[in-house]
């Protein structure tokens, strides 16, 4: 593998993470009061995966991704075999057409979108600060040649390869183009330790509505992004994922 690939150095930065809103938990729809629903939501926490313990200093809501092993397919720098790795992208707007892929990928395996054609629903954006001393920016020009097989909209063994030598090496931070929006920046973070002990990240709440045309986001005081399905689909009208071509 290309030395320069394996170059690391420190960087810090603030990354954007999109997840579902999180000022109502889904339990409390289903229990008839709030003791129902902590011992709900204790009897599921008891079921799921325990947390790595290089993850125990992080905010709850930083430490869930590093709980659970990728799906079947992998992630982008993470094989199903291998703890969990937290995304987030530079800018806001590359981590909303993100979020908007993954509901486009969704829609797009039903053979029939009925009353989920259109979909209107809330997301927390989380903002929060990164450093490592041993990261990898993968975007740098001396890389050029290399970008294309390690943000790969369709296939992940190249960068999968390349994201488990920085494990092993000890990296902590991989920065890389965005496979969906060639403009935006994203973040791997491999080891939890990147994230500082009292990071609380900032959560703004934002509204979605999506449909196979476009997704829209805004939030109160009339700031807004949309993306247009047709600016991540490939030449087929697709939109490409590595699940997806195995």
Known sequence: MDPQLLRTSATSGHIWRIVEYQEEAATRNITRSAAEQDRLEQLLDAHKPAYPPS????????RAPFRYPPL????????????????????????????????WLFQQGLSDLGPLDVISDGRSALHFAVSHSRSADLTAAALDTWHSRISDPADYHFSQQLGSVHRE??????????????????CAVIDPLAIGAN??????QWNL??????????????ESFEVHYSDVADASGRIPHPALAA
Do not use: K
Request: with cysteine; hydrophobic share 40%; glycine share 12%.
């Open 55 to 62: 993850s125990l200093h992080l905010h709850w809501i930083l």
């Open 199 to 204: 990071t609380v990240p900032v959560q703004s």
């Open 169 to 186: 090496a000890g990296s902590g931070l991989l920065w890389f183009h965005s496979a969906r929006w060639p403009a935006g920046v994203n």
């Open 209 to 222: 509505r999506i449909d196979m045309t476009a997704c829209w986001w805004g939030r109160p005081g009339g």
């Open 72 to 103: 079947r397919h992998g992630s982008r720098f993470g094989r199903h075999t291998e703890m969990g790795i937290l995304y987030g992208a530079r800018e806001r707007e590359t981590a909303m057409v993100e979020s908007a892929v993954y509901l």
